[in-house]
């Protein structure tokens, strides 16, 4: 055989594995020549364009006809990488196949010959329109119009979100357990320019020291019994996104150092190790102490502190906040329909006084567990004083009480306010509500009519 057959059955090898290889992988590859006439495509692109036949593709004009997605209205990206010779990487585009839009991820490169001669060019994309979708939704999920309140102390919340939220800066939120500091952190990453980057959380007071210095900073073999492997540590895994440490406040003052040297040099060793790890990584602290406090007791490094709170975001208690129950009763009533399939609408005017009147040392967290302790309870579309904890009911009456004293005529104020619970306890169902107050439902009506009590009030 001579050496010209060896090379040219050797260029035919290579060109059928080519194709076999190009045909078998996910991505949609399609060649383009000068012309702008496609030279090849993929099996995976026919299927992403949907279009089944090679043949048709390869007899286009151009290759606007077949992908003519978002990016050709604007310009090649072909030509601009021929133009620019430089590649494109993760180009987003829609592309439009009759009612069906696909959201594609594009990367482009050049296509030379043996002399290195440009002669055309190679898009390769895949179908991210699901994942785009899922941001999309966390997105709008965390966006600042989802956290709740009309409160002007949240307001004042609202702005620093949308200032800090752009920025690389530190933050630092503060408030009581329940108040919302997780949903805060979560606002903060995904109307950020980290919302692409990882969003990495850590309970800093679940975990011992050890534990916790090993979640943080990662560990090398052999460091403590039990290290049978290296371990990739909390800051590792944020590398170019965000870390939300919460409860701060309950770290050690080993720990604090340590985690004092990554917020100033962004560089720290894996527990057991001395190869330095140097990472790019925004970091959001939450702390329910007061910590400026905890500093002046020597509890908390103050250097550390500073560090933290170069934004500091204080969540007000909801006691601090009531005019924002309804708000957020609506807002659970919504999440509690979708979520368990039922169709509650209405809270009755003696149970939203109730929630109104309640303290919640739990904060959002806790009132958030009452409305869906009530939807378990509630068989009809209105949540009644009925369906709410013991402890909450039992303010009920001292409520009442405490409000009818202080009217003109009490001993009829409180009357008024027993007879209209059990109208509510009872769905007004008159001869119901007789029956709970003991009395005829002749009575009732007498009693409702001197004390002026209509139904909606």
């Known amino acids: 055989m001579e050496a010209s057959d060896v090379n040219n059955n050797e260029d035919n090898l290579i060109s059928l594995n080519s194709d076999a290889i190009l045909n078998s992988i996910a991505d949609g590859v399609v060649v383009i020549g000068l012309n702008h006439k496609i030279l090849f495509v993929n099996r995976a692109a026919k299927e992403i364009l949907g279009r089944a036949g090679a043949?048709?593709?390869?007899?286009?004009?151009?290759?606007?006809?077949?992908?003519?997605?978002s990016a050709c209205t604007f310009g090649c990206l072909i030509n601009t990488t021929i133009k620019t010779g430089e590649?494109?990487?993760?180009y987003e585009a829609v592309f439009e196949n009759g009612d069906r839009k696909v959201t594609l991820s594009i990367n482009t490169a050049l296509l030379k010959d043996k002399n290195d001669n440009v002669i055309g060019g190679i898009e390769i994309f895949r179908d991210v329109s699901l994942i785009k979708?899922?941001?999309?939704?966390?997105?709008?999920?965390?966006?600042?119009?989802?956290?709740?309140?009309?409160?002007?102390?949240?307001?004042?919340?609202?702005e620093l979100l949308k200032e800090v939220a752009p920025t690389k800066a530190t933050v630092l939120i503060e408030g009581e357990t329940g108040t919302g500091k997780e949903l805060i952190a979560n606002a903060i990453h995904h109307n950020s320019p980290r919302s692409n980057g990882p969003l990495i959380k850590?309970?800093?007071?679940?975990?011992?020291?050890?534990?916790?210095?090993?979640?943080?900073?990662?560990?090398?073999k052999g460091a403590f019994t039990g290290a049978i492997a290296d371990k990739l540590g909390r800051f590792e895994m944020a590398d170019e996104g965000t870390i939300f440490l919460d409860e701060i406040g309950d770290i050690t003052p080993h720990t604090q150092l340590r985690l004092l040297r990554v917020l100033q040099e962004g560089e720290f060793e894996r527990v057991g190790g001395t190869k330095t790890i140097k990472v790019n990584v925004r970091v959001i602290a939450a702390t329910n102490k007061d910590l400026k406090a905890e500093v002046r007791?020597?509890?908390?490094?103050?250097?550390?502190?500073?560090?933290?709170?170069?934004?500091?975001?204080?969540?007000?208690?909801?006691?601090e906040r009531k005019k924002d129950?309804?708000?957020?009763?609506?807002?659970?009533?919504?999440?509690?329909?979708?979520?368990?399939?039922?169709?509650?609408?209405?809270?009755?005017?003696?149970?939203?006084?109730?929630?109104?009147?309640?303290?919640?040392p739990g904060n959002i967290r806790e009132l958030e567990h009452v409305i869906e302790h009530a939807f378990v309870r509630c068989q009809g579309k209105t949540l009644s004083t009925e369906h709410f904890p013991k402890d909450i009911q039992e303010l009920k009456g001292r409520g009442a009480l405490r409000g009818s004293i202080r009217e003109p005529e009490p001993l009829k104020a409180f009357e008024r306010e027993v007879i209209l619970n059990a109208l509510d306890e009872t769905?007004?169902?008159?001869?119901?509500c007789a029956l709970l107050l003991k009395m005829s439902r002749t009575t009732l009506w007498r009693r409702m009519k001197e004390l002026k009590i209509e139904k909606g009030r």
Request: negative net charge.
């Open 202 to 220: 850590v309970n800093c007071a679940a975990l011992s020291e050890g534990l916790l210095e090993s979640e943080l900073f990662g560990h090398v």
């Open 55 to 69: 043949d048709e593709l390869l007899n286009c004009a151009k290759c606007s006809d077949v992908m003519g997605h």
């Open 87 to 90: 590649h494109l990487y993760n």
């Open 297 to 319: 007791r020597g509890e908390f490094r103050e250097d550390l502190y500073y560090r933290l709170k170069i934004v500091p975001i204080q969540l007000p208690s909801l006691r």
């Open 133 to 158: 979708e899922l941001k999309d939704e966390l997105k709008g999920k965390y966006s600042f119009e989802n956290v709740v309140g009309k409160d002007h102390k949240m307001h004042e919340v609202f």
């Open 325 to 360: 129950i309804p708000l957020l009763v609506r807002h659970f009533i919504e999440k509690f329909n979708r979520e368990m399939g039922m169709g509650i609408t209405n809270v009755s005017p003696n149970a939203m006084e109730l929630l109104m009147e309640y303290d919640y």
């Open 427 to 432: 769905g007004w169902k008159y001869s119901e």
